[in-house]
């Protein structure tokens, strides 16, 4: 019976996401190397749909400015429909929502507080760069979205590895015209999220923020439980 941790299973459950980042970007040579692990990730028929655009500098700072002007003027151009109903997956995202404003120290009442947390969101938390994951829309998108989430996490964990990091962001979705306009995406490739990315800021406390998972048994079924301690 394997008793002892492996350098993954560290990584694995070392890895946060930051909401708070220096400005310092990161070289070249480890953006190419984040892009080059990520490149490994599996996917359905080795389709590879992943189609990622990575900002820094001036586009970074053009998109920023163009969703935080969507926002203040409320429009946004989502590519695909966002929920999570009302019952338990509702209530897992309001316990998160929570925690985030209690750690930030925002409270409920204060709308303003909370619009600028989602002006952080759109300013990227002051990461560097940021990648949008687009895909082809093949059948319902969902096996292709699936693989859009291998990609993802392989991208995180590589900044993790290197030393850095990053956050997976749904809002940035939901400014896919902007981003398209800038970045001169053809219409048919749609955004499913974008992840900042760079050094977190040390100082920060949000950064000290990591969020509750679920134990295992809540998520897992076992048929045929295997024989765990014998052999």
Same mark, same amino acid.
């Given at each position: 019976?394997?008793?002892?941790?492996?350098?993954?299973?560290? /990584?694995?459950?070392? %890895?946060?996401?930051? %909401?708070?980042?220096?400005?310092?970007?990161?070289?070249?040579?480890?953006?190419?190397?984040?892009?080059?692990?990520?490149?490994?990730?599996?996917?359905?028929?080795?389709?590879?749909?992943?189609?990622? $655009?990575?900002?820094?500098?001036?586009?970074?700072?053009?998109?920023?400015?163009?969703?935080?002007?969507?926002?203040?003027?409320?429009?946004?151009?989502?590519?695909?429909?966002?929920?999570? =109903?009302?019952?338990?997956?509702?209530?897992?995202?309001?316990?998160?929502?929570?925690?985030?404003?209690?750690?930030? =120290?925002?409270?409920?009442?204060?709308?303003?507080?909370?619009?600028?947390?989602?002006?952080?969101?759109? %300013?990227?938390?002051?990461?560097? $760069?940021?990648?949008?994951?687009?895909?082809?829309?093949?059948?319902?998108?969902? %096996?292709?979205?699936?693989?859009? =989430?291998?990609?993802?996490?392989?991208?995180?964990?590589?900044?993790?590895?290197? =030393?850095?990091?990053?956050?997976?962001?749904?809002?940035?979705?939901?400014?896919?015209?902007?981003?398209?306009?800038?970045?001169?995406?053809?219409?048919?490739?749609? /955004?499913?999220?974008?992840?900042?990315?760079?050094?977190?800021?040390?100082?920060?406390?949000?950064?000290?923020?990591?969020? $509750?998972?679920?134990?295992?048994?809540?998520?897992?079924?076992?048929?045929?439980?295997?024989?765990?301690?014998?052999?």
């Amino acid at each position: 019976m394997t008793t002892s941790t492996t350098p993954l299973v560290d /990584l694995l459950r070392s %890895r946060y996401s930051v %909401r708070k980042f220096l400005p310092t970007p990161m070289s070249a040579a480890d953006i190419r190397g984040v892009l080059e692990d990520a490149q490994t990730s599996p996917s359905n028929s080795n389709t590879q749909p992943w189609a990622v $655009h990575v900002v820094s500098g001036a586009a970074r700072d053009a998109i920023s400015g163009g969703m935080l002007r969507a926002h203040e003027e409320g429009r946004t151009s989502s590519d695909f429909t966002f929920g999570y =109903g009302d019952g338990l997956y509702a209530s897992r995202a309001q316990h998160h929502g929570a925690t985030l404003y209690e750690a930030l =120290g925002v409270a409920r009442s204060d709308v303003e507080g909370r619009n600028d947390v989602v002006r952080d969101n759109l %300013r990227f938390y002051g990461a560097p $760069h940021a990648a949008f994951l687009f895909m082809p829309l093949l059948g319902d998108g969902v %096996r292709t979205a699936g693989d859009i =989430g291998m990609y993802a996490q392989t991208f995180l964990l590589s900044l993790t590895a290197r =030393g850095f990091h990053g956050i997976p962001q749904t809002i940035l979705g939901m400014y896919a015209d902007v981003v398209r306009e800038v970045l001169g995406v053809p219409e048919e490739l749609k /955004l499913l999220f974008g992840i900042s990315f760079g050094t977190a800021d040390p100082a920060a406390k949000v950064n000290e923020l990591r969020m $509750h998972r679920l134990p295992m048994e809540q998520s897992v079924v076992f048929h045929d439980e295997p024989a765990w301690g014998r052999g």
